[in-house]
C-alpha cells in the first residue's frame, strides 16, 4: 500500500532498493518480512509482521517480479538513459543467442526492468552495465554463449532425416535418439528436441508416421491397459512388442501406476512422539506377526501390535512425503508397499483376537429381534473402523473401546433402538467384567473423562456444558453416573425439551470439531 500511493520519483529509488537487495540475498538463508520491507520502503510495518520469515530463493524470484512490475509502472524512456537499453530481441542478437536463453538468464540473476520504447510501447530492457556484470558473475555462460551459431536449414533438414533413421531401425527411445543427435552435432539436447518437436507439427501425418511412433505418449487408457496385463503375469517383452516401448518405457509406466495408485491411498495412523525418535524403527520392529499366535492378546502383546500397525503407517506416510516431491523410486515404493502389506497384517491379527467380542455385544442386541448373522457382520465391519481409529496411547483396553464402538453402531442401525446411541451403550462395570480392566484402566479413564470435561468447558457456553455434563453423567462416578433425561435438564433451566435437544445437539457440533475420536466416543458411547 505504501508503494501503491508513493509518488513516481519515490517508487523510482524503491526500484532501485529492490534491486539492491535482490543483489545481496543469499538463498539458503531465511528473512524477515519487516527487513525486507524497510530495505525497499524505508518504513518498518506494525509490530507482529516482521516474525513471518521468507526463505532466500523464495524471495529472490519474488523480487524479480516485484521489479518487473513496479518498473512497469514507472518506466522511464529508454532514450533518455545514461546508457544503451537492449529489449530482447536486441541483446539475443548482440550476444548471438536464442532469445530462450536470455530467459534461461534472467532466471540465473539477469536483472531487467521495463522501458518506454521510441513506439510508446511498454518493452523489457537491458541495461549494459547491468549485462556487463552478469557476464563477469557468469563467466562460463559467456563462453558458452561466444560459441553460440544458429541452426542452418540444410543442418536442421539433417537432424530430422538423421531422427526418423534412428526411429525406423532400431528401438531406441525418443529421449535416446534425442541424446544420440545431440553428441553426433555438437548441438544441446534442448535444441534437437525443438526441432524435431517443430518438424512432426510442419508435415502431413503420413511422412512423420515412424517418428511420431517413437515419441507419441500413451494415453491414461493405455497405460491402465498395460498395468492391468502385468498384473495379470505379462512379461516385459511381450509389453514392449504390443505398446511398441523400449524396455525403460515400460518399467517407467509400470512406476508412474504405481506411485499414482500409493499417493491415492488413504494412510492414517495415530501418531507418537516415539515415532520421531532415533532407533525407534528397530525397537518397535523387534517382534514379528509369528509371534502372536494365541486367539487371545494379553494386554502388552496387544499394545506392541497397536504400536507396530500405527508405526507402519506413519513410516509408509513419511516415504509418500517424499514420492509428492517428485523424487521417486522404485525401491521407495517397493518400502511403503512392504510398510503397508505389515500393517494390514499386525491389523488382522487384532481383528481376528477380537472376533469373539463381535459376537459377544451381538448376543445382547438379538432381543430387539435382530437376525445374529447381521449384527455380526455388521459388528465385524465397526471392529475393523475401531481398530483403525484406536488410539492405543490413552493407556485402554482395545475391547473396551470397540465395545463401545460396536454398540454405537448397533444402537444406530436397529429399529426401534436408535435411542439407545444418545446415552452410553454399556456402564463401565460392564467392561470392567468382560474385559477384566484394571487399576491402570480406571485410571486412565479417570484421566480422559477429567481430559474431556475440561474441554467442554473451555469449548461450550454455560448452558451447553450443564446440558451436555448433566445428559450424560459426567458428574457422577465411574460406575454409577448421575445423568438426567433432557426433560428434568429443561425444567432445570427453565426451557421446553426440544429446546433442550437442539442446544445439546449444537453442543456435540461443536465438541466434534475439539475432541479426538476416542474422547469424543467415550462421552457419546
Known sequence: MQIKFAPAKQRRKQLDRAEELLDIIEKDKEYPFEFVCYRITGYRPEEGAGHRLIRGDELAEDLGIFIWKLSGQVAPPANEQSEEVYTKKQLAKKMHISTKTIDRWRKRGLKVRKYLCEDKRKRLGFLQSVVDKFLVEHPALAEKAGHFSRVSESQKQKIMERACELSGETKMSRQRIIRQIAAETGRGQETIRYILLNYQKSIPAGGAAKLRQTARLLNPAEAAELDRLHKQGAGVKELMGRFGRSRSSIYRILKHRRAQSLLAKRIEYIASDEFAMPGAAEKIMGGSPQRWNSPVLNRQEEMELFRKYNFLKYRAGVIREQIRTGSITSDMLDEIEKCLAEAEAAKKIIIE???????????????????????????????I??????????????????????????????????????????????????????????????RARSDLIQVIRDELEKREQYVIINHFGLEGTLVKKNKKALKQIGDDLGLSKERVRQIELSGLQKLRQSLSPELFDLLTG
Do not use: C, M
Request: aromatic fraction near 8%; glycine fraction near 6%.
Open 353 to 383: 483376537a477380537n472376533l469373539r467380542l463381535v459376537v459377544s455385544v451381538a448376543n445382547k442386541h438379538t432381543i430387539t429381534g435382530a437376525n445374529i448373522s447381521d449384527l455380526v457382520s455388521q459388528g465385524n465391519v465397526s471392529l
Open 385 to 446: 473402523k475401531a481398530a483403525e481409529k484406536f488410539d492405543y496411547t490413552k493407556g485402554f483396553r482395545f475391547s473396551t473401546y470397540a465395545s463401545w464402538a460396536i454398540s454405537k453402531d448397533f444402537a444406530h442401525r436397529i429399529p426401534g433402538q436408535k435411542a439407545e446411541a444418545d446415552r452410553v451403550t454399556a456402564d463401565i462395570s460392564e467392561f470392567q467384567k468382560e474385559a477384566k480392566i484394571g487399576q491402570k484402566d480406571l485410571a486412565a479413564v479417570e
